[in-house]
Each structure stands twice: as structure tokens, then as C-alpha cells.
């Protein structure tokens, strides 16, 4: 007898042929662009649709347009094709066994780089492991990011993370965690620190769909609409947790961005994939939390077009070419054609420029290997374990780190 | 960034007073301490804030924050929704952000849905940012029973955290050492877990239910100087002197010791622990290798329980200089139960059968 319970599941596996002309995509332009300070319940619309600038010939289009200048389009361009020829020579790196672990964003450049030229520089971001797009765009040195990929004796986090776990203060990217949504909530409370000192800055912070199941999703929409901290809250539907689909999120009963409605925050529907819109929608956020207004639930709605990470295999759970089929193409291409059809670039100028960035990694992991790998070494010293648990280390760590080094007759 | 703005000096406070003048001194519950701690380190630090359930209009459900809203405004003492785990990250960010925030948990019975943020995210910060980030905050909790609060009222989880590096774990057994250990946590870099025995708000209790409640009007502690003093974290105290054996113990478990030490007429060598971790094994192990005996005290269950922590501790301290097992006297390994409250937690009796076992072996 058949379960009553509902079972969601992927709409394709392995050796099916994907079909996505389910998907409902309103046409580019479309959506009333509503004040800032608009209520959740005015707006309410806003979460069911899906908000797009690009049209099917490449224009901008409609009322969200943020009528950028080619030279910030063409910014961000460079930046979107920079993470990802990042994320490919990374990823060849550790398939030689250069690095332990690595973890592309190929297909979400726009949600990071997009979303991080939308605010301001002292704007502090709560990342994700897949919006390294963040630190590019801030201008992060990747040679600083090579380095922590390979725990090498340049390693700024000397050594203490995983691969792709970046933190730069400076740049006010605050240290991945790898437990998942914990920043979530925490973005929250530095938000309510910046209204406490009546600063202007705002918080911003990433989860995928799949981490929108955890408490700490909800304690952030929660303590967010309670304080009406300054914040842009969020999540990236890539359609994929690993091998579970957002649909055993609940992304198949309401979208993730109508979250915010029950609690009294507005939610935006975005094409991730589309850079103007994300653009728009990020920037209509952050003038509502820097005006008063409060928190922001964004869903970029876009396609994980990697694997999770060089630990996974999605052969194993999805068709290999889904993201061909995916309804809302590349974000890096629908830039260029964008700004192909404005006649502020062509494919030369992007072989070009593709090239000139391809040397620039070249160059740098160069730099980066001479510092040591892995395997081969050199790492951070052992005894900087030590350092860094407490402001001062107390005894019991110091008497650990003189048994690590031998110097101590009870060493074992 | 992440400077955290300290706009007065605090260490201009540690001057002590001129000779012949004794700061001045009132008589304060354990409730009346912590409040006052919390007074002072409002006004004296404009990046404090205080939060938690119930704590802003309200007071508190034990009254620790009474008055403090209405004193220090709305902002800087306010209600939270029932969240613990949200209490805690929103402490994390602000921390982050220049604050100095002290949460309460309502109960320590009520702090798992927050383990994830204290013991992944807080202890961690630092550690993982190599120094980038860290977050000052002080989570206090009511915790122990006593109070027939059945199993979601009692609980001692003190080793859960003391487990956890990148965590100072403390709890007081008085009101002047509650107040100047609070004052200290606030004031620390590193994240703080302070329990407050429960049992002991109102006044000290030596584990005889059947003795009427005493204030801390009459006790030595429960004298508390009325401004910013501070006790240092990692500092056990010799609460009273002796030499035929050792008693560690912390929190509620201190004055049942002295009152089952007192009750067999042994001179026992009590030692209030205070702070968990980092752990001041110095002052521990100086006692014990000069009696040669020990008794460890605690409310919690026993198995992975922090007694375990300190006999082995002392035990690879003190092997050679010891003349009897070391003795754990521990709340069972059972949930706390209400109805068998007495049978459950280690009062005099089980004290003293274990003083007398090591003073015999």
C-alpha cells in the first residue's frame, strides 16, 4: 500500500532526459519595483514571482534595471570569469593531489560578485564556502586564497582550515564555519551591534536552500524582524544539498523567499543567474536596512553547476548534463551578451581577457606552490596549534605544546 | 576591525584603595551580587549589553536583572524570543561587531538548542580565524538542584562545556565571589559559560533540607563591596584550611563539604574550584600532595562527569604522595528526579561515608 506521506524527490536522475519547461519564468521587466520601506504584507506578490532584468535578447529591461555603467558591468564580468578560471585551476590542483579538498561555485558567480558590488565596503559579509566570488570582488589577494587552500607555510589561518574555510577581517568576510547556517543568525546580531553603535554598516549573509531547514534560519528571520536589524539575509537555491533536492527542503510547497512573509519580512525572488537583477534586488535590500526598514529575504534562484564539493559525485544522483538544460543559462555568458548587444564588448575582447586572467592564476599559484603544499610541505609550525585558543594561552596549553616538542620528559 | 571599543581603561580599577579606607561593603544575596556585577560593568562599559528571556522589563524569572532595564535603558537591556540558539549566535555577532554581550539562559537545562553555537562557533572563533575574529561573551546560567525542579530544572552540565577548548567554564559558591568572578568574565576576551548554583541565590545551603533557609546576611561572602572589583578566572581558594585530607568541590557542593566535614570532626582541607577551565591544578595538586587524601564533590552525574577530569589530574600529580584512592561523591547516573531529590543529590551523609572511607584506607 502506498505511503500518504509525500516523499519529495529530484525531478531528474541519472539517464533521464532533464525537462525544465515546467519551471514558470515570467518575462524580464515584468515586477513593480515597490518603494524600500514597503510592508512584507504589500509585497507579498514578490516571493511567488521571479525577479528578471535580462530578456531573452540580452537587454535590460523594466523597472529594476539599475542602469549601471558599462564600466561596472565589465567589472563585474572580470570578476565572475576570475572565480570561475579560480575555481577550475583550484580544482585541477587538487586532482594532482596539491590540496586535500576543493569546492567550486562554477554557474553562482553572479550571487557573490553581483551581490557584493551592491554594497558597501564596510558592509560585513557572512559567507557561505561557495561565495569565494566575494573575496575576488573585494579585491582579496588570491594568492593569500591559494595559500589557505594549501595549508602552506603562507597560510594566513595558519593551517587551522579546511580548504576554502577563507576569513579576511580586512575585508570584512567573516570566517567560514563549515556547520552549516550558524552565520546565519549571527550576521543578525552583528547588525543589531552596527544600529547599537549607530553606524551605517549593514550585514549581509549567505545559506543554500538545503540550510534553510536548520534553527538558525529561523532564529535570523526571527530575531532580524523582532530588532529590525540592518540585514540582507540570503539563500542561494541552487537546486542541490549534496545529492538532496531542494524539494526535501520544501522548496516544492512554497518558495524559499515567501519564508520571510509570516514573519513580517519581505521576500525577493531572483534570477541568480541574471547579474542586473540580482544586482537590483541586493541594492533595494540594502537601502531598506540602511533607511530603517529592516531585513530582506533574497532566493536567488540558480543551478549548482559544480559538484558540492571534489568529495561528491553527482553522477551518481543527477543527469551530467542537467545544467545544459537549465532554463536560466549561465551567468557568466548572459553578462558578456549583455554586454555584447550594448556594443561595450565582444568575444575577442573576451578571449582576451580570458587569457590575460588565465595568466594571472598561472602566475600566482606559481607563488603560491614556492610557499609550500600539503603534502609536500611546508606547513605552519605544529606548535601554532596552540596559539589562538584562548586571547593568552593558559598553562595546560603551554605544558602541551613543550610535550608536542619533546621537551618534556612525559611527552607521549 | 573588530576592535572592540573599550572607551574607559578598565585596568585604571585595579588600584586598590588607600590604607584606611575600605571600599564600601554591603549585604548581598547571591542574586544581589551578580546584579550589582552587571550594574557596574553597564556604566562603566558602554559596549555592554544584556539579553535574554524575560531578562528586560521583567527582571529575570530569579530577579538577577531586576531594575537594570529601567536603569540602563531599553537597548542595552532587553527581552529575547525563546531561542536560546538564537541568543547566543545574536551574542556571537555582536561580539564580533565591538560588543561585550552578556546572555542568560534561563535555565542551564535549556542551553543544548545553543551547544551548536557556543562549542562550534564561539569556543572556535578565534581559533579558526587565527585571531581575525572573536566574540567576548558571557553566557550566564542558573544551574543544580535543590529546588525540586525534577529533571529539566537540575541539571549541572558544567562538563559538557569544560570539555570544550576555547570555552573558561566558572561557577561561584558565594555572592562576593559570583559578583567579582562575573565582573571578571564580562571583562575577559574569551568566551565565558558562568553557572550560578541556584540553590544558592538566596542564601548558602549545606544540603539539610529539613533546616530552614538561611540568608547570606550572616556569611563572610555574602559581604559584597558595592562597586567594580574583580576575582580572577583560573584561581581555586582554599576555603578552609586543614590537614587530614582534600575536598574539591564547586558551586552548591562546597558548603555541603564543609558542613560534612564539620559533622565527623575531620580536619579536611576544602577547596572551592571555582573555575573549571582553565583549571587551576597548581593549588589542587599543592594540597593534596601535602595530605595525601582526596575527596571530589559534585552534583553532576558521575561517568565523563568533571570529578574524572580532576582525580585524573590529581592522580598524575599527586600518585606518589597519595595514602588513599581518590573518592568521587557525585549526583547517580540518572536523570535529576524529582520525588527522589534527596536520594539523588550528594548531601552530608554521602559526603562524610566517603571522607571517613579515605581518612580509613
Known sequence: MASRLHIPTAPYRPGEQ?????????????????????????????????????DDNHQATGPWDPQLPAAVLLDGLRYMLLTRLYDERMLRMQRQGKMSFYLKCTGEEAVSVAQCMAVNDGDMLFPTYRQQGLLITRGYPLLDMMCQCLSNAGDKLQGRQLPVMYSSDVHKFFSISGNLGTQFSQAVGWAMAAE????????????????????????????????????????????????????????DQNPFAARGIGYGIPGLRVDGNDFLATYAATRWAAQRARTGGGPTLIELYTYRAAPHS????????????????????????????????????????????????????????????????????????DAAMFEHVYKEMPSHLVEQRRQLEGRDERSN | MNAVINLQDDRSERRTAPEGLRPETGSMSMIQALNSAMDVM??????????????????????CTEGLQQKHG???????????????????????NGLRPVVEIQFADYIYPAFDQIASELARLRYRSAGQFWSPVTIRTPCGGGIRGGQTHSQTPEAL?????????????????????????????DPVIFFEPKRLYNGPFDGDPDKPAVSWDNHEKGQVPVGHYRVALGKAETVRAGNDLTILAYGTMVHVALAAAAREGIDAEVIDVRTLAPLDIDTLCESVCRTGRCVIVHEATRHCGYGAELSAQVQEHCFWNLEAPIERVTGWDTPYPHAQEWAYFPGQARVAKALRRTLDA
Request: proline share 7%; aromatic share 8%.
Open chain 2, 74 to 96: 531599553e537597548d542595552r537591556v532587553f527581552d529575547t524570543p525563546i531561542a536560546e540558539g538564537g541568543i547566543v549566535a545574536t551574542a556571537i555577532g555582536m561580539g564580533v
Open chain 2, 42 to 63: 553597564l556604566e562603566k562599559d558602554p559596549n555592554v549589553v544584556i539579553f535574554g528571556e524575560d531578562v528586560g522589563y521583567f527582571g529575570g524569572v530569579f530577579r
Open chain 1, 196 to 251: 547599537y553603535r549607530k553606524t551605517n554598516d549593514i550585514a549581509v549573509a549567505w545559506v543554500g536552500e538545503g540550510t534553510s531547514a536548520e534553527a538558525d534560519f529561523h532564529y535570523a528571520l526571527t530575531f532580524s524582524s523582532v530588532y529590525r536589524a540592518p540585514v540582507i539575509l540570503n539563500v542561494v537555491n541552487n537546486q542541490w544539498a549534496i545529492s538532496t533536492h531542494q524539494n526535501v527542503a520544501g522548496g
Open chain 1, 18 to 54: 532533464p525537462d525544465f519547461s515546467t519551471i514558470k519564468l515570467p518575462k524580464a521587466g515584468e515586477l513593480a519595483r515597490p518603494d524600500e520601506l514597503v510592508a512584507a504584507n504589500e509585497c507579498s506578490e514578490l516571493p511567488f514571482n521571479l525577479l528578471r532584468v535580462l
Open chain 2, 161 to 189: 562545556f569544560a570539555h570544550v577548548c576555547g570555552l573558561k567554564t566558572v561557577m561561584p559558591s558565594n555572592p562576593y565571589d559570583a559578583k567579582g568572578l562575573l565582573i571578571s568574565a564580562i571583562e575577559d576576551d
Open chain 1, 310 to 381: 571534489t568529495s561528491d559525485d553527482p553522477a551518481k544522483y543527477r543527469p551530467t548534463d542537467e545544467w545544459e538544460h537549465w532554463p536560466l543559462g549561465d551567468p557568466v555568458e548572459r553578462l558578456k551578451q549583455h554586454l555584447v548587444a550594448l556594443d561595450e564588448w565582444s568575444e575577442t575582447d573576451h578571449e582576451r581577457m580570458r587569457e590575460e586572467l588565465e595568466d594571472t592564476v598561472s602566475t600566482i599559484w606559481k607563488e603560491a606552490v614556492s610557499l609550500g603544499t600539503l603534502n609536500e610541505g611546508p606547513h605552519p609550525p
